[in-house]
């Protein structure tokens, strides 16, 4: 039996089976290596904020974009 | 006396169209939800630039369109992904859920049909933006 990666609450896929997890940990672990990344080579602060903002921006739709496609999968 | 059969037919064909219609309604509705939520996050990174090239004009005196056209030419292939591709593909996705929700709910009037998904219509609206702003800018540069 399929079952859903993710449930979808509003705007945001929650995990909802450790695929999810998996998936929503590796997207977490790779903001904070991003955040660190930046940091270490910002200016100041707004620096860090801004150039980091983009980057999580990005994942988001990555993960969004990845939760979209399991739910669109698990329906064909 | 009415075939059995006949009664049988005449009854259940109706009652199982429309069940399969509001089946098959609800679920494109679910899909239309989520396609709106996949467009919010992507046309969102193009227009949190256009905010940073925007905010950056006004503290550094320079040109907004300036920041944006160096930074369309400086990063093309991402600058194309985010401002060109990604929101062409959601246009197509939002228009082809819209399509199907206008016939699957019977070709409902104009303000009914805009009630129900002008959020997408607005997604779309945005990702038109982003395009032309792109093209525009490749011009003038």
């Known amino acids: 039996m399929k079952t859903a990666w993710f449930r979808r609450s509003g705007l945001f896929y929650v995990p909802a089976n450790p695929v999810g997890w998996i998936v929503f940990l590796v997207a977490l672990v790779y903001a904070v290596y991003v955040f660190i990344d930046i940091d270490s080579r910002s200016h100041s602060v707004s620096d860090t904020l801004i150039n980091f ?7 988001g739709a990555v993960y969004t974009l990845i939760g979209w496609l399991s739910a669109k999968l698990l329906r064909i | 006396m009415e075939p059995f059969e006949e009664t ?3 009854m259940s064909l109706p009652e199982t169209g429309e069940l399969q219609h509001r089946h098959l309604l609800s679920g494109q509705i679910i899909q239309l939800k989520e396609e709106r939520n996949l467009t919010l996050w992507w046309v969102t990174i193009p227009l949190f630039l256009i905010a940073a090239f925007y905010m950056r004009s006004c503290y550094m005196h320079n040109s907004f369109t300036e920041g944006l056209e160096t930074f369309i030419n400086d990063q093309k292939m991402p600058a194309t992904w985010l ?6 593909l959601l246009i197509v996705l939002n228009a082809f859920r819209i399509k199907k929700i206008y016939f699957l709910a019977g070709s409902p009037k104009l303000i009914n049909l805009v009630s129900a998904v002008w959020m997408n219509l607005a997604m779309i609206t ?11 800018l490749i011009h003038l540069s």
């Open chain 2, 8 to 10: 049988l037919s005449n």
């Open chain 2, 83 to 88: 401002f060109v591709i990604a929101p062409a």
């Open chain 2, 126 to 136: 945005i990702a038109v933006g982003c395009i032309i702003l792109y093209f525009t």
């Open chain 1, 53 to 59: 903002a983009f980057n999580l921006l990005l994942i």
